[in-house]
């Protein structure tokens, strides 16, 4: 009877061992390397392409000319703070056409696929000179959104205003992962030439070091479950097992 006993007790500690987490398995960029070490990496650029929507104001010395050259009414221009004026942003800024080109006010068609933000600052700075003296350019990519699912307290699409948006940054915006979701994230990045799937091992230091860390617009992030909510861990009664188990053992005691 005693050695059934053990033997019991031995199989339900082992089941609640394999629904545990390791810390492990948890713990973000991991020590890799000594304490202030320095990760050398390159944020890849982002380049304009077909289907993108760019903020483009051209700043001038009077109102006239600025009224034409924006195709707007007024000075104040567009504020993107809220779901309202995203769907302005959409309205109002200049859609990249599948062959890369948008058309401008006055300037007509300026192709400027495969140009980062700031190329594409510059070229149209050099157009805008020849017709305006002092004016300024500014160009912005206005459908920057990523989109992340999974093992996250608050999946979703976010909005990004910063050019150096990250994996974290996202992470930190959904609300963290749960404490079931796979820290090897996958990430799907759409291009030209079509989808590129990788996985981001993020308990590893050296992940800052990938491409992939920086993210950009329209890319999708999914964070799998462990193997341990898939089995249904997350749902088993283990509160109820524990009482059982302690009641049994009790009356084994009693029994004896």
Do not use: W
């Not at 993107?80 to 062959?99: A, F, M």
């Not at 080109?101 to 980062?116: D, F, K, S, W, Y």
């Not at 933000?117 to 350019?137: C, F, M, P, R």
Request: with cysteine; net charge negative.
């Amino acid at each position: 009877m005693q050695k059934n006993k053990l033997t019991f007790l031995v199989i339900i500690l082992l089941v609640i061992v394999s629904a545990c987490v390791p810390h492990k398995r948890m713990v973000y960029l991991q020590e890799t390397a000594e304490d202030q070490d320095t990760l050398k990496f390159t944020r890849p650029e982002y380049r304009i392409k077909g289907g993108d929507i760019l903020h483009i104001r051209v700043l001038t010395l009077d109102e006239e000319s600025f009224v034409t050259f924006n195709n707007i009414d007024g000075r104040g221009g567009t504020s993107y703070s809220s779901r309202e004026n995203q769907i302005s942003v959409y309205l109002h800024g200049y859609t990249v056409s599948e062959e890369g080109c948008i058309t401008m006010p006055v300037i007509g068609e300026v192709e400027v696929a495969g140009l980062t933000a700031e190329e594409a600052k510059n070229h149209l700075q050099e157009i805008i000179d020849d017709y305006l003296v002092g004016a300024t350019v500014i160009v912005k990519i206005a459908n920057f959104s990523v989109t992340i699912l999974g093992e996250v307290r608050r999946p979703g699409n976010y909005y990004v205003y910063d050019n150096r948006y990250t994996i974290m940054d996202v992470i930190g915006q959904a609300g963290d992962l749960t404490e079931f979701g796979n820290r090897k994230v996958n990430i799907i990045r759409q291009t030209e030439d079509g989808a590129i799937f990788t996985v981001l091992d993020i308990t590893d230091r050296e992940a800052v070091t990938s491409e992939f860390y920086y993210l950009q617009p329209d890319d999708l992030v999914y964070v799998q479950p462990h193997r341990v909510k898939r089995l249904g861990f997350r749902e088993f009664p283990f509160g109820v097992l524990f009482s059982a188990v302690t009641t049994l053992i009790l009356l084994l005691n009693f029994i004896n």
